[in-house]
């Protein structure tokens, strides 16, 4: 059994993701240290990912479906002074609480996350690199003033962490963003602190890639990013069809 830390609690918004949490399971029981607690924040699942998450033992809460109000719900009831949101396809490295710990001990960062590969049938590499340089070109196109104070935006697949009282001093995610509520927080936080990516890898599921093709999905992802950038974001959802 690993040492466990009192500071960070990982949240895992999720929705029928009874495919994907086995796998994640057998990776966050090799934590070391391991976090204070896992919570899972179910939208609703019509498969078994309830029974899998809680024979786990983590903490299983219900929410309303939607993935700000989801992280919204998990970060309320977390007891760790530090949140990770990690998404179910995503595969964090065994030391990640330690990193964790370590980027947060600097009061000047407000958040910060992971680098995501993103792999599965196969690596995709050029997507993969596109989602890095995002984190640069988009905030200093839409935000030019937050990026020469050094804030980048991140997105889900970055298993973001933050303090717990600066997301709920902020706010939190905004309930009405059906995606690109991860950005968003970005915006909020960076009025604390730095936010920024910290040289480490997670794998994440390339399911979307897999479904929609490379050039499809990066068109995706550039369009939906910039319907919020430029103020509609009502219809992000009707762009970002569901995939499990």
């Known amino acids: 059994m690993s040492p466990v830390t009192a500071n960070v609690s990982i949240v895992v918004p999720m929705l029928d993701e009874a495919l994907a949490l086995p796998r994640l399971i057998r990776v966050l029981d090799c934590l070391y240290p391991a976090p204070l607690e896992i919570v899972a924040v179910d939208g609703g699942s019509t498969d078994d990912s309830v029974a899998i998450a809680s024979a786990a033992g983590w903490r299983v809460i219900a929410s309303p479906v939607g993935r700000g109000i989801q992280v919204n719900t998990g970060v309320e009831a977390a007891a760790g002074s530090i949140v990770c949101v990690l998404h179910a396809d995503t595969l964090p490295p065994d030391d990640m609480v330690a990193v964790i710990e370590r980027v947060m001990a600097d009061p000047r960062t407000a958040l910060a996350g992971f680098i995501p590969l993103i792999t599965g049938e196969k690596t995709r590499w050029g997507t993969s690199l596109h989602n890095v340089v995002k984190t640069w070109y988009a905030p200093l196109l839409v935000r030019p003033h937050l990026f020469f104070r050094g804030v980048r935006l991140l997105f889900g697949d970055h298993a973001m962490f933050f303090r717990r009282a600066d997301f709920l001093a902020v706010g939190g995610c905004d309930p009405g963003l059906p995606i690109m509520e991860e950005a968003d927080l970005c915006i909020k936080l960076a009025r604390l602190g730095r936010v920024r990516l910290v040289s480490r890898v997670v794998l994440t599921s390339d399911r979307r890639v897999a479904a929609?093709?490379?050039?499809?999905?990066?068109?995706?992802?550039?369009?939906?990013?910039?319907?919020?950038?430029?103020?509609?974001?009502?219809?992000?959802?009707?762009?970002?069809?569901?995939?499990?």
């Open 212 to 244: 929609w093709g490379p050039l499809k999905a990066n068109w995706i992802y550039l369009k939906v990013g910039l319907m919020w950038a430029f103020g509609a974001r009502g219809r992000l959802g009707e762009h970002y069809p569901h995939v499990r």
